[in-house]
């Protein structure tokens, strides 16, 4: 168990950790999540005992960590460095018995390359490497090594600093779900990961590291938000759930120039889906509706927090959601009619009438549209003759532009 009680730390005038509270129970894998520069590496090697805090205590298990001897210290804690460089030329498995060190009597002068060692090397998938030396491997394999050589430590805490930092996707799954493993034959584990998605796929809970202090912590979902990465990371971006695996999955965008208008996105489907997200996505301030309750556009405007009038299913477009919309579109600078499936003499279409700038995305030709008689046809092409017809990956840029320079006719 670690126990971290209000621990201040500080380079010379600078404080870079400003009371600091965690604890990680025995079987529980927290990870510290943050931007750089945060303070993460710090509080780990804090934890581990090679800086002594300026105030504030670390508990590992019963004991101080600060009262140990390294040797001591290094029984209760294994640590997988974030710098694996290595200026000497010792064989892959002297390094991995380096880490039974702490354990050898102090007379041995012999390393120790017994069973720990083959088991360390079997589980990080290192056991082919065992004769080379450790100066020639690629990061990755290096960085596996030292996993191992932490394994071989046999401590009942360990410490990672960005342990899959240069792994491959294979690798840096398997070595998280190996750090999984080792927390639930009831090691207490704290590893600073980058990879959000991973950590909140492996971890118990999350620890957002944010100069100096934590400034959230929990279970995964509820610590990696939208908001969060705003105020962290000062990153743009959505924090949606990974259909596989059921866990947070994050997408950052870059900060766009763009952007800026107000669109109101009418016409559902995957073409409404698509505009919503991507105008979004160019900075624009969206609204979005009405969709049936099963519309993926609404699914998307959901996700993205964007404001989306609703229909109930099987229900014609009620009242109150008409002056809903309404009010949107009057407010809006661009009203975008995402390819219209529903009869166009209908609702939509009377709402898209009153639109000042009007955009259309056509996805399928005209002559496969629904239109509801003479009357239905001649009112969309009416809408038509006022619109801009783009493809829907233009609309964003289209918003950008001034009204009419985009307007593009389709040839059908
Ligand atoms: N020995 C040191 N002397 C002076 N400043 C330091 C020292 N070590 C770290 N810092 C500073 O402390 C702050 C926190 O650094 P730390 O390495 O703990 O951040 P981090 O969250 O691990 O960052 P990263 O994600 O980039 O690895 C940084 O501003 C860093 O420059």
Not at 78 to 107: L, Y
Not at 194 to 220: N, Y
Not at 359 to 365: A, H, I
């Amino acid at each position: 168990m670690i126990r971290v009680d209000d621990v201040h730390v500080a380079f010379g005038d600078v404080e870079v950790l400003d009371g600091v509270d965690l604890t990680v129970e025995a079987g529980e894998f927290v990870g510290l999540v943050g931007p750089n520069g945060a303070g993460k590496t710090t509080l780990l090697r804090t934890v581990n005992g090679a800086l002594t805090p300026g105030s504030g205590e670390v508990f590992v298990g019963e004991e101080r960590i600060h009262d140990l001897s390294s040797r001591a210290a290094s029984r209760r804690v294994a640590t997988v460095p974030q710098d694996t460089s290595v200026r000497f030329a010792f064989d892959v498995a002297d390094v991995v018995a380096m880490g039974r060190t702490p354990h050898r009597s102090r007379f041995s002068s012999h390393p120790d390359r017994g069973a720990h060692v083959d088991a360390a090397l079997e589980r990080t998938e290192t056991t082919h490497l065992r004769d080379r030396r450790v100066d020639t491997l690629s990061g990755g394999e290096r960085q596996r090594v030292f996993v191992a050589r932490a394994l071989a430590q046999d401590a009942p805490t360990l410490v990672l600093d960005e342990p899959t930092a240069s792994l491959d996707v294979n690798h840096a799954t398997q070595t998280l779900a190996l750090v999984r493993e080792l927390a639930d034959e009831s090691r207490a584990v704290l590893a600073a990961i980058h990879d959000l998605e991973s950590a909140a796929r492996f971890c118990d809970r999350l620890a957002l590291v944010h100069d100096g202090r934590i400034v959230d912590q929990g279970e995964p979902a509820d610590v990696l938000t939208t908001e969060a990465l705003e105020t962290a990371f000062d990153a743009r971006g959505v924090v949606t759930t990974n259909p596989v695996t059921d866990s947070p999955a994050v997408t950052t965008l870059p900060s766009t120039t763009g952007g800026g208008s107000r669109v109101h996105v009418l016409g559902g489907g995957e073409t409404g889906a698509s505009v919503v997200g991507s105008c979004w996505a160019a900075g624009h301030q969206v609204s979005a509706g009405p969709f049936s309750h099963d519309d993926a556009a609404r699914s998307v405007a959901r996700t993205l927090e964007v404001p989306v009038e609703t229909t109930p299913p099987f229900a014609a477009i009620g009242r109150a959601t008409v002056e809903a919309v309404s009010e949107q579109i009057a407010a809006a600078d661009v009203t975008v009619l995402a390819d219209p499936v529903i009869d166009p003499a209908a609702t939509v279409c009377e709402l898209a009438d009153d639109a000042e700038r009007l955009v259309l995305v056509e996805s399928r030709p005209l002559a496969e549209r629904n239109y509801a008689g003479e009357r239905g046809r001649e009112r969309y092409e009416a809408l038509r003759r006022r619109a801009s017809v783009v493809d829907a990956d233009r609309v964003p840029a289209v918003l950008d532009e001034k009204p009419d320079a985009g307007k593009v006719l389709a040839d059908d």
